[in-house]
């Protein structure tokens, strides 16, 4: 009887052998399709390609030359992240104003065409021109109040708010990347950029001549402290990037890190009672034999209750599952 066990164990290593197999197999055929894209002509020519976000940077190293240093000769160029919050509301305000120029215009266009086929439906089209520009005298304009203001109209506005942003903004450009990005006062002659520097981010782009130099510089240590300029990341397009988080310490983002992942176990230990919850709901006939308040579930239709106990649970369900992925991409994308 003893002796039969021995087959168990020998079917035991070989289905856990069989598995091994299997996950190295994927695991080389996986490594074989990265290095194949990494140098097809989809990948390779991007700049991102050969591109390292590195942050967590010590002070003494947030310079190009003290970078230079660190990665070799192979560095082609250093962005270091700055911090310009002027800048930053300025862009904030611009895209405002942008957005709501093209809904004020698609609103006067929207009109326009109304107007245009009511006229076609009376009869009384015209013929010849620009329908939107016949009408755009014509039609209530968009407007809207500034503040606690007077009401303007919405189109000119966005047009006078973005010639005026316009200009302010390329000046704070123009300022930051000749490394003077400090007040900026608008002149009848056009700007003057006074100031000191901004504070330096604790992050930077480094390009690199070559991809394998900017693989080789991702996996080599440069610090004795594993927590200091981590993590690295290449290949990153900006869409992915959380501009505000680039400043983020090494402390802090250890922490981040230690509370986001206790908020998550807790989710993980807690998520079984609303779960359970709905589960309830496909016992309402069951349970309003023994709670007095569910008592109008006996005296509702047959259809009602079934589509209550039937219906209703795995949606509710597959709604709360659906939270959770929503959950964590709001999480990693958010602000630190």
Not at 10 to 23: I, R
Not at 26 to 54: C, G, K, N, W
Not at 256 to 261: D, F, G, N, P, Y
Request: charged residues 20%.
């Amino acid at each position: 009887m003893r002796r039969s066990l021995y087959a168990h164990v020998l079917v035991s290593y070989v289905y856990f052998s069989f598995v091994l197999f299997v996950a190295y197999r994927e695991l080389i055929f996986y490594v074989a399709i990265r290095q194949a894209y990494m140098h097809s002509d989809i990948y390779a020519p991007r700049l991102s390609a050969r591109t390292l976000l590195i942050t967590a940077i010590p002070e003494r190293f947030r310079s190009e030359k003290a970078l230079k240093a660190v990665f070799g000769q192979t560095v082609e160029h250093v962005w270091i992240n700055r911090r310009n919050p002027k800048l930053d509301a300025l862009l904030k305000r611009r895209d405002y104003a942008a957005m709501k120029l093209e809904e004020a215009e698609v609103a006067l266009i929207k009109r326009s065409c109304n107007r245009e086929r009511t006229m076609a439906r009376w009869g009384g089209t015209e013929t010849g021109g620009n329908t939107v520009g016949r009408w755009f005298t014509r039609l209530k304009r968009p407007a809207h109040r500034v503040g606690w203001g007077k009401r303007v109209d919405t189109i000119e506005w966005c047009r006078a708010e973005l010639a005026k942003l316009n200009g302010r903004v390329s000046g704070l450009q123009e300022a930051q990347r000749s490394g003077d990005a400090g007040e900026v006062y608008v002149l009848s002659f056009g700007f003057q950029c006074v100031g000191a520097d901004p504070d330096r981010c604790n992050s930077a782009f480094i390009s690199f001549a070559r991809q394998s130099d900017a693989q080789r510089a991702l996996r080599v240590v440069i610090h004795d402290l594993t927590i200091q300029m981590a993590p690295r990341n290449i290949g990153v397009s900006p869409a992915e990037v959380v501009w505000e988080n680039l400043n983020a310490g090494w402390f802090e983002r250890q922490i981040r890190v230690v509370l986001t992942t206790a908020v998550f176990a807790f989710m993980t230990m807690f998520w079984s009672i609303p779960n359970a919850l709905v589960g309830t709901l496909s016992q309402l006939e069951y349970l309003a034999t023994y709670l007095p308040f569910l008592e109008i579930i006996q005296h509702l239709p047959d259809f009602i209750v079934g589509a209550i106990t039937g219906l209703l649970p795995p949606l509710l369900l597959s709604l709360l599952l659906e939270l959770v992925p929503t959950i964590l991409k709001c999480s990693s994308q958010c602000p630190l």
